[in-house]
């Protein structure tokens, strides 16, 4: 059996939503310590709405194959169901990750996270 499903390699070597959104809502950026990869999220939301979300990932096939899979995910959710979505879900979404490769999903994940509590704090500021 390949290593990687179609679906990873297909969202590897043409990840959606690729890039940056100016004026995004909400940024979050995290990184893993141990292999060193950085993954960047912008959300663009209006009523509470996902209506546009863009990222940058430096790192491993699996953690971008992750961060374009997340985005399609989300986009055009509601915040709050955003909120709900797990790395679990993103790896099964891409037919699954090898299981050393799973802390590649968990970027997305806490990418996504960190956007949305972007995202909250900077609605408490308005
Ligand atoms: Fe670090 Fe994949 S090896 S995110």
């Known amino acids: 059996m390949a290593l990687y499903s179609d679906k990873v ?3 590897f070597l043409q990840p959606r939503n690729l890039g940056t959104i100016e004026n995004a809502d909400g940024v979050g950026e995290v990184g893993n310590a141990k292999c060193g990869d950085i993954m960047k999220m912008y959300l663009k939301i209006d009523d509470d709405i996902i209506t546009d979300v863009k990222f ?3 790192g491993c096939a699996s953690a971008i194959a992750s ?3 997340a ?3 989300i986009k ?3 915040v709050e169901d955003a909120m709900q979505l797990t790395n679990k879900a993103v790896a099964e979404a891409l ?3 090898p299981a050393y490769k799973m802390h590649c999903s968990v970027l997305a994940e806490e990418a996504i996270q960190a956007a949305l509590e972007d995202y ?3 609605m408490e500021q308005k």
């Open 120 to 122: 909250h704090n900077k």
């Open 76 to 78: 055009g959710q509601r």
């Open 56 to 58: 940058e990932t430096f």
């Open 71 to 73: 985005t399609e995910l």
């Open 67 to 69: 961060s374009s899979m």
């Open 9 to 11: 390699m297909d969202h």
């Open 95 to 97: 037919d699954g990750l």
